[in-house]
T-cell receptor, first 115, second 109 residues
């Protein structure tokens, strides 16, 4: 089945210790998104890739970086996690942007705990 | 600014009908999405409306009025498994999704 996969599902890291979250998709979608979601809040878009074009949200801290080495994979790097970065990190994909192909499909998420 | 408003929490009874409302203000509009999110899980797509009117999909229906900046999600024949948060999200002129904080729906037997 075509799907969006995130690894790991649960990640524990120490304050200040770099961590990388991964996302892969078998949908062959052009667009990949990274969201941060805290309890009872809306998902907050961090950045997205349209193919290889990287689009950073204005309020995304420099502490968050991303890489998309190919169509299928996208990584979220948190260079120096703080306690406030503990959250669910959601990866999503959409076929396109516009033309009615914007539906975003989400992976299961990675729950990050910072000690 | 861009804004989505939906109630924080609603309670309904198993077997009943519930309507979750959403109002939006966005820079341009390219459609409205409803997602279901169970606790600790990722959002799953329910519906997409871009034209005015009602779209029915099984027990779930979604309505849109573009002139009023208003949508609702209607859930019929409620089941316990429908207990979840329901997120409303509007697509703006840049094809960015503006998300609401979600409505937590509690189903009681």
């Amino acid at each position: 089945d075509a799907m969006v996969i995130q690894n790991p599902r649960y990640q524990v890291t120490q304050f200040g210790k770099p961590v990388t979250l991964s996302c892969s998709q078998t949908l062959n979608h052009n667009v990949m998104y990274w969201y941060q979601q805290k309890s009872s809040q809306a998902p907050k878009l961090l950045f997205h890739y349209y193919d290889k074009d990287f689009n950073n949200e204005a309020d995304t801290p420099d502490n968050f970086q991303s890489r998309r080495p190919n169509t299928s994979f996208c990584f979220l790097d948190i260079r120096s996690p703080g306690l406030g970065d503990a959250a669910m990190y959601l990866c999503a994909t959409s076929r396109e942007q516009g033309a009615g192909m914007d539906t975003q499909y989400f992976g299961p998420g990675t729950r990050l705990t910072v000690l | 600014g861009q804004n989505i408003d939906q109630p924080t929490e609603m309670t309904a009874t198993e077997g009943a009908i519930v309507q979750i409302n959403c109002t939006y203000q966005t820079s341009g509009f390219n459609g409205l999405f409803w997602y279901q999110q169970h606790a600790g899980e990722a959002p799953t797509f329910l519906s997409y409306n871009v034209l005015d009117g009602l779209e029915e999909k099984g027990r779930f229906s979604s309505f849109l009025s573009r002139s009023k900046g208003y949508s609702y999600l209607l859930l019929k024949e409620l089941q316990m498994k429908d207990s979840a948060s329901y997120l409303c999200a509007a697509l703006d002129s840049n094809y960015q999704l503006i998300w609401g904080a979600g409505t937590k729906l509690i189903i009681k037997p």
